[in-house]
């Protein structure tokens, strides 16, 4: 392996630019509160797109020359968000003395308020997945210590044909040609869902004007600073790169389409196949 004291600096940054360490330069713009400058802001979320019955955005005309080989999803997803700012227990059963998964903060490392994706229910717990590593991880929260809400959108991204296609209520929305992970730093293909919203400080940067971070990580890197090789879906500032394997494990896509990202609520669903 290369030191990093004898690569480049423009390498250094395309390594970091779609790592699933994405997350590490984001870090950067934190204050010590674990605030977020204003120039990278965590967006408020579209309220509609949280409400059964609302009426979505209009359909637009899909973006890129990519087809999505996707079943269409189900109409809705449900999310759980902690009722409090205490930590969130997470436990192995739906049972009080089944042990403790992971205790998570009422927060995000990238500052956006704690959302799960609900897979079930089963009397008073509520079945959700996890932000963590490994990926495809779950557990029970208490149904008293959640407010479960309806996620109308969702993602569905196909490796092979390098598309991403957004959903509403079960009916496509728009599509995009993406870039995704090169050979050796593959996207993870499983069930994910959006845990960070973020408006990046310069949107002609690495990250283009919006940028999403996912509960899913890299399976072939651990970490890059202080990040923990958290997949993100973003825009870019190497349009070239869309719709060929280039990342390290990131989703890019054209700035003009990663600016729609921000109609994406936390908690959507986005399902990655190969």
């Not at 949280?50 to 009426?55: N, R, Y």
């Not at 192995?92 to 897979?119: E, H, I, N, Q, Y």
């Not at 202080?226 to 879906?233: K, L, N, T």
């Not at 896509?253 to 990202?261: F, I, Q, T």
Request: charged share 15%; aromatic share 4%; glycine share 10%.
């Amino acid at each position: 392996m290369r030191s990093l004291a004898r690569v480049s600096p423009r390498a250094v940054l395309a390594v970091a630019a779609c790592l699933g360490l994405w997350a590490a330069l984001m870090l950067s713009l934190a204050r010590c509160d674990g605030g977020v400058t204003p120039s990278a802001s965590l967006l408020q979320e579209p309220a509609a797109a949280l409400v059964a019955g609302a009426d979505p955005a209009d359909p637009a005309a899909p973006d890129g020359d990519g087809v999505v080989s996707f079943v269409a999803p189900a109409p809705t997803a449900r999310r759980a968000r902690p009722r409090t700012q205490a930590p969130l227990a997470v436990l192995r059963a739906p049972r009080a003395d089944a042990g403790t998964v992971v205790t998570l903060p009422p927060t995000t490392t990238l500052g956006s308020a704690r959302v799960l994706l609900v897979l079930g229910t089963e009397g008073g717990w509520v079945h959700v997945a996890l932000p963590t590593r490994p990926n495809g991880g779950a557990g029970w929260v208490r149904a008293s210590d959640v407010q479960v809400q309806v996620v109308e959108q969702s993602v569905t991204v196909d490796l092979s044909a390098r598309t991403l296609q957004v959903w509403v209520r079960g009916k496509p929305s728009w599509s995009s040609r993406v870039a995704v992970g090169a050979a050796g730093t593959p996207t993870p293909t499983g069930a994910f869902y959006v845990t960070d919203r973020v408006r990046p400080t310069d949107p002609s940067g690495l990250y283009g004007p919006f940028a999403l971070g996912l509960s899913a990580h890299s399976d072939t890197l651990t970490s890059f600073g202080d990040g923990d090789a958290q997949i993100g879906v973003h825009g870019t500032n190497e349009p070239a790169s869309v719709g060929r394997a280039a990342t390290h494990g990131c989703l890019r896509l054209p700035n003009s389409v990663a600016a729609r990202l921000a109609d994406l609520p936390l908690g959507t669903p986005v399902r990655i196949v190969a």
